[in-house]
């Protein structure tokens, strides 16, 4: 089992920054990827941006060259810098871990954990 506890969100005008923290916690030994996902009114879950174990990092298009994913993997942490934030980045942002739970002889699979959700609102 894998527990997420998100921070960070807030209210912010537009052209402004926020960084998200996510800390994992139990058996974070078996954790493979992390990322953000969001979510607004009336809309799905969308990926934002993930982080591999090898350190790769990738993103949705929009957000691409405004957001970074990082992480602290003493400190079990992923972190989201969010520069430039526009209205449409308004949502709620969760924390996702990607974790295995068995492992087979040539492939594995995976348990998602997700954190609680943070609130960032961005005014025009």
């Known amino acids: 089992q894998v527990q997420l506890v998100e921070s960070g969100g807030g209210l912010v005008q537009g052209g402004g920054s926020l960084r998200l923290s996510c800390t994992a916690s139990?058996?974070?030994?078996?954790?493979?990827?992390m990322a953000w996902y969001r979510q607004a009114p009336g809309k799905q879950r969308e990926l934002v941006a993930q982080i591999r174990s090898d350190g790769r990092p990738s993103y949705e298009d929009s957000v691409r060259g405004r957001f970074t994913i990082s992480e602290d993997r003493g400190q079990h942490t992923a972190y989201l810098q969010m520069n430039n934030l526009k209205p449409e980045d308004t949502a709620v942002y969760y924390c996702?871990?990607?974790?295995?739970?068995?492992?087979?002889?040539?492939?594995?699979?995976?348990?998602?954990?997700w954190g609680q959700g943070t609130q960032v609102t961005v005014s025009s």
């Open positions: 996702n871990a990607k974790s295995v739970s068995t492992y087979y002889t040539d492939s594995y699979s995976t348990d998602d954990y």
């Open positions: 139990g058996s974070t030994f078996s954790i493979i990827s």
